[in-house]
């Protein structure tokens, strides 16, 4: 009978406390005799970045039908959206599925009891301490969690006859600067110091106890102070704050529970955690068991062994001596059961495939190790039968929005990673793109010395191989002419290398655009033309989108005037003669444009637009800007540009969700933010009245 698995869906799972849930999980699934796969980003946990989020894609490995159940850690991620897509899987599939840390339709949710854990707190402070005069400091007055932990404090105020005052609870933020600014009011004597200070959570009590230090206000004994949720980095603060550990290991064992319908349970850890900052003191066991972790979170020979890893990738010259130099490091990464790394068989080409896969078992014996080949996501380790439960962390393996594949480590023994497997992945990522980059820096040069078929700026042909290739192409074809028309006192205001920079960028761009039926050229120094075979429609809207989101946001008009004409046939002497009549027209508009009044400071305003759509100034601060009402506002801006000053707003943020929509795997409600819009709904529907096709539509016919 082959062993049950269930899966993990989480965000840096390096943070010490999705670490704690995660060692609950695992030594709950082990001891129950069921394998863990866990699934997690590297660095995207409370940022929102749109390079960092392209490792995302991580979670696109998951696959329903391999699981006996899921487990969600919600509280992972600021951004649920990026769970989507997994959400939808789950549903779909049916399999049993646990979030633990938010409420989620559907689903079964474990969270933690904070609001008893805090009526422990306080209860300690007026039973053993005998204090009546005590303050709350907690997070947002409308947060749920900031609700839950003032209510515990509170019933245990009330069971003991003292009644708190609306003057006594402080709301914060739960970070480090709450804590800091009710210090200020204590030292400014805005308020009186109480007998102590109740902080829900760590951050916000290491504020404010660094600030009082600072003023030479003595704790404990002017005033008592307490944490929690443990989260660790006592030792940079002084005093060692007392704090109480949240059951995160809890809460993963009851997820694991509630999955497998079991009843494993596990002795409960100590979870007051006596400090400084409260007349208790510090257990001198449980400080030293916290130093020996940070010294080793911190000890230099992994530090210097990470950087000579690092000088080492670089130097490799193929693949076969990057997984060489992996093996040979991976004893920064031990103790673990067994390494994998899974690179997508294009990880060196110019888009990332996902369907096949080569995977190496890295090893630290230095043997040349045949590469499995696998199709899907998934490796044999995953599904082979080992002779024990085993977890396995599955992570990216990217380099900004280049994705190369991923990573499997395997634990025997409940174990979580830490920042060492961050740190390891980030430069083997690195390495990959240094690698890539030589292969093709060696290939252009190779094919420049026995080839004069190439345009060497852009890579594309030139006109003579271009013609040969016409004459040979049946009839069924169109042709695309792009030109860029620099203006002539665009080299005082920008620079003289500006031409080459935004020919080369131009003609990237039309490289990503074109497929396998679209033959680029370089016809002259400004003029690229492009020969295709297939939908004619598709490729316009794609290039037009695509110029777009990575020229005309970045170059305004004074820099370069960028024409676009379409030919049916064959004749590259009536494309010439329609790109000309373009350029001249566009050149002419540009002329009248420049003649209206303010037009640098309507052009930079449209620039800012274009640039960043989502934090497009409103029409007031418009306005404002040029100094004129609104409606003189709109007035010239129409003039100048031939479009309202809205619908400029509208279509730049329809555009640039266009060009999210074709070039990455994201969702509806993610592109929908990232463009300005906090309602999905009201984005579909401006999408569909500017493009005539809903967002997936959309997607689905040009991308």
């Known amino acids: 009978m082959s062993r049950k698995r269930i899966a993990v869906i989480t965000a840096r799972a390096d943070d010490g406390e999705q670490g704690e849930i995660l060692l609950g999980i695992t030594e709950a699934a082990m001891s129950l005799g069921v394998d863990t796969a866990v699934f997690s980003n590297i660095y995207n946990h409370w940022i929102t970045d749109e390079i960092l989020n392209y490792e995302n894609i991580i979670y696109d490995l998951f696959t329903p039908e391999v ?16 769970q989507d897509g997994v959400v939808e899987k789950i549903r779909k599939s049916g399999i049993t599925a646990v979030v ?4 989620l339709a559907g689903f079964t949710t474990v969270n933690s ?55 006594k609870i402080h709301y914060g933020n739960h970070w480090t600067d709450s804590g800091e600014a009710l210090a200020q009011r204590y030292i400014k004597k805005e308020i009186p110091l109480p007998e102590a200070v109740i902080c829900t959570n760590d951050y916000m009590a290491y504020g404010l106890c660094d600030a009082l230090v600072k003023k030479d206000i003595k704790i404990p004994e002017t005033l008592s102070v307490t944490g929690y ?13 007392t704090t109480y550990k949240r059951g995160r290991r809890e809460m993963g064992i009851e997820a694991v529970n509630i999955i497998l319908q079991a009843e494993y349970a596990a002795e409960e850890g100590v979870r007051f955690i006596g400090g400084d900052t409260c007349s208790c003191g510090t257990d001198s066991s449980q400080l030293a068991a916290e130093i020996t972790g940070e010294r080793i979170n911190q000890h230099r020979i992994i530090g210097e062994s990470t950087a000579q890893f690092a000088s080492r990738l670089t130097l490799c010259r193929t693949l076969a001596e990057y997984i060489s130099v992996l093996g040979e490091f991976s004893f920064l990464l ?25 995977c190496c078992k890295i090893s630290d014996d230095c043997e040349s190790l045949t590469p499995e080949r696998i199709s899907g ?50 430069n083997a990522g690195n390495a990959l793109e240094f690698l890539r980059m030589k292969n093709d820096i060696h290939y252009l040069s190779e094919c420049q010395r026995v080839s004069s078929l190439y345009d060497s700026l852009t890579g594309f042909y030139n006109l003579g191989k271009f013609r040969n290739i016409l004459e040979e192409t049946e009839k069924n074809c169109f042709l695309c002419a792009v030109k860029m028309n620099f203006i002539k006192d665009g080299e005082y205001l920008y620079g003289e290398n500006y031409r080459s920079d935004i020919v080369s960028l131009a003609a990237k761009t039309i490289k990503q655009v074109c497929s396998e039926y679209e033959i680029p050229c370089r016809s002259d120094e400004n003029t690229i033309i492009i020969l295709g075979k297939a939908d004619k429609t598709r490729f316009a809207e794609k290039l037009r989108i695509m110029l777009h989101n990575c020229l005309n946001v970045k170059f305004d008009e004074r820099q370069v005037v960028i024409s676009t004409v379409f030919s049916d046939g ?57 100094c004129v009402s609104e409606g ?7 003039k100048c540009f031939g479009i309202s000053y809205n619908r400029e707003c509208i279509n730049a943020r329809i555009i640039k969700a266009c060009g999210l929509l074709c070039t990455t795997a994201v969702s509806v409600f993610a592109i929908a933010q990232a463009c300005g819009y906090a309602d999905e709904k009201f984005f579909a529907r401006q999408f569909k009245q500017t493009t005539g096709y809903s967002p997936i539509q959309y997607r689905n016919k040009y991308c």
Not at 100 to 103: A, D, N
Not at 632 to 638: A, E, L, N, T
């Open 100 to 103: 633990i840390g938010r409420e």
């Open 377 to 426: 996501v998934l490796p044999s380790i995953l599904t082979k039968k080992n002779e024990k439960p085993m977890v396995f962390y599955f992570s990216p393996l990217v380099f900004q929005t280049r994705l190369f594949g991923y990573t499997v480590i395997a634990y025997d023994r409940p174990s979580v990673y830490d920042f060492r497997l961050r740190d390891w992945q980030k």
């Open 229 to 241: 949720d443990y989260i660790g980095g006592r030792i940079f603060h002084y005093p060692f704050i």
């Open 113 to 167: 009891n904070d609001g008893a854990d805090m009526e422990q707190i306080a209860e300690h402070l007026i039973s053993v301490h005998h204090f009546t005069d005590i303050d709350i400091l907690t997070g947002g007055e409308n947060d749920p969690s900031s609700r839950q932990r003032l209510g515990g404090c509170i019933r245990a105020f009330e069971r003991n006859g003292i009644k708190i005052e609306k003057n």
């Open 570 to 626: 064959k004749s590259l002497e009536k494309l010439r003669s329609d790109i000309k009549s373009q350029v001249e027209c566009d050149v002419q508009g540009l002329a009248e444009r420049q003649s209206t009044d303010r037009y640098d400071k309507l052009l930079s305003i449209r620039q800012s637009v274009m640039a960043k759509p989502e934090k497009a100034p409103s029409l007031s601060e418009a306005s404002r800007s040029l």
């Open 67 to 82: 699981f006996d159940g899921v487990i969600i850690t919600a509280e992972a991620f600021r951004d649920f959206s990026v």
């Open 632 to 638: 003189y506002f709109r007035s010239i801006y129409k």
């Open 334 to 358: 031990k103790p673990f059961g067994e390494l994998r790394v899974c690179l997508d068989t294009e990880w060196n080409g110019a888009e990332y495939g996902g369907k096949e896969f080569l």
